[in-house]
């Protein structure tokens, strides 16, 4: 079984920074990739990042607009979504997700809900204006 467990959700005024992080713990998984979606109340799923941790790859959605960077400790087992920039139209729940089926690829190749395995209960990040 494996757990992954989201932190460093808040509130935050508009054009400020939040740093998201995400702890994969459990036996026995391999963990060929991460990544960040979002969901806005009545809106659907939304990819923000990925990092492939085999090569180090890493992509981002088109509104992330150089405002987010995905990074991760490989041996910490825990990825990371540092925020800048932050407008009212990212509040949302973050999930972090696993992908732990080992089809080689760059980060790119995986930026849909089907392509993660173990998922996050997730975090609130509130962007006030």
């Known amino acids: 079984q494996v757990r992954l467990a989201e932190s460093g959700g808040g509130l935050v005024q508009a054009v400020g920074s939040l740093r998201l992080s995400c702890v994969a713990s459990g036996r026995g998984f391999t963990k060929y990739g991460m990544s960040w979606f979002r969901q806005a109340p009545g809106k659907l799923w939304e990819f923000v990042a990925a990092?492939?941790?085999?090569?180090?790859?890493?992509t981002y959605a088109d509104f992330v607009q150089g405002r987010f960077t995905i990074s991760g400790d490989n041996a910490k087992n825990t990825v990371y979504l540092q925020m800048n920039s932050l407008q009212p139209e990212d509040t949302a729940v973050y999930y972090c997700?696993?992908?732990?089926?080992?089809?080689?690829?760059?980060?790119?190749?995986?930026?849909?809900?089907?392509?993660?395995?173990?998922w996050g209960q997730g975090t609130q990040v509130t962007v006030s204006s």
């Open positions: 990092i492939v941790w085999s090569g180090g790859s890493t």
């Open positions: 997700a696993l992908r732990s089926r080992l089809t080689y690829g760059r980060a790119s190749d995986f930026v849909t809900q089907s392509d993660y395995d173990y």
